[in-house]
């Protein structure tokens, strides 16, 4: 059983981590792939989340 529950929170944790990469792939965000790229390397430290996640955010004009 805690087996499962360790599972089922690691899931859940990768796709929290991973949002900015998630959302700049739904908004079809020119710069995809290199906000995944900074979310797998930087998404670690809060400033390399944050600044992930307002780039999937800004509009890619």
């Known amino acids: ?4 529950l360790f599972i089922f929170l690691g899931v859940i944790a990768l796709l929290i981590y991973l949002i ?3 959302i700049a792939s739904k908004r ?3 710069n995809a ?3 995944l790229i900074l979310n ?3 998404g670690w430290m809060l400033f390399g989340w ?3 996640l307002i780039w999937a955010f800004t ?3």
Do not use: S, T
Request: hydrophobic content about 55%.
């Open 50 to 52: 944050v600044g992930a």
């Open 33 to 35: 792939k290199a906000i």
């Open 20 to 22: 900015p990469a998630i």
């Open 40 to 42: 797998l390397f930087l």
């Open 28 to 30: 079809n965000h020119r």
């Open 1 to 4: 059983m805690e087996v499962i």
């Open 59 to 61: 509009n890619d004009d």
